[in-house]
């Protein structure tokens, strides 16, 4: 069992940074792959960045490749989520996921454990 925690959400204008971490707690953090997805109002969970158990292979969606920064420390049980250059259509509650999977899969179905979300909102 795990037991994730978001943090690090908030209000920011556009073009600025957050940095949102995720808390796990339990057992053999570094035996899954973590990832982080967002769902907008009105909208379905989508994918946003994952990171592979030893943190050596990372992957993104598209729409924040060059923006985004997915990392992870197993000794800290803590993944986070750099994000810059921030855009209007970057809000939604992000989540934090954990999954016994492979690295690069994006669908949500797959990964095991949620975290309770953080709220992200970016003004123009």
């Known amino acids: 069992q795990v037991q994730l925690v978001e943090s690090g959400g908030g209000l920011v204008q556009a073009g600025g940074s957050l940095r949102l971490s995720c808390a796990a707690s339990g057992r053999s953090f570094s035996s899954y792959v973590m990832g982080w997805f967002r769902q907008a109002p009105g909208k379905e969970r989508e994918f946003v960045a994952c990171?592979?158990?030893?943190?050596?292979?990372?992957y993104y969606t598209d729409s924040v490749k060059g923006r985004f920064t997915i990392s992870r420390d197993n000794a800290k049980n803590t993944v986070w989520l750099q994000m810059s250059s921030l855009k209007p259509e970057d809000t939604a509650i992000y989540y934090c996921a954990a999954g016994r999977t492979r690295p690069g899969i994006t669908t949500p179905s797959v990964y095991d454990y949620w975290g309770q979300g953080t709220q992200v909102t970016v003004s123009s």
């Open positions: 990171i592979s158990w030893a943190g050596t292979s990372t």
